[in-house]
């Protein structure tokens, strides 16, 4: 499958973005998805993911309740809502699939990964 994320930019604190990461070659519905992001001068760290069918979904902490991340198995497409940004959440995100049927955080556990896109928050 080839994943292909979208819709990052600059926005100041407080703002809301919305990501997409459009699948092809394969269904998205065979897949486990997850979202990552690596800062500069950091490593690539766990953001959200998602079960099959959409009816699961997890967060790391400092994420709950600012980031949602949906999927729209019809458009083979996988969405990051992201509300009430800061500064520190400046990154490049990265969507991935995952083709096990066992949640993780680790991104040694996805098999496939978009190119990534550029989230820029001011202050």
């Known amino acids: 499958v080839q994943l292909q994320a979208s819709g990052g930019g600059s926005v100041q604190a407080g703002g809301s973005l919305r990501l997409s990461c459009a699948a092809s070659?394969?269904?998205?519905?065979?897949?486990?998805m997850g979202w990552f992001r690596q800062a500069p001068g950091k490593n690539r760290e766990f953001v959200a993911g998602i079960s099959r069918s959409g009816g699961q979904s997890y967060y790391a902490e400092s994420m709950k309740g600012r980031f949602t991340i949906s999927r729209d198995n019809a458009k083979n497409t996988v969405y990051l809502e992201m509300n009430s940004l800061k500064p520190e959440d400046t990154a490049v995100y990265y969507c991935?699939?995952?083709?096990?049927?066992?949640?993780?955080?680790?991104?040694?556990?996805?098999?496939?990964w978009g190119q990534g896109t550029l989230v820029t928050v001011s202050s």
């Open positions: 070659g394969r269904t998205v519905s065979n897949y486990r």
């Open positions: 991935a699939a995952d083709s096990s049927f066992r949640f993780s955080v680790e991104g040694s556990s996805y098999d496939y």
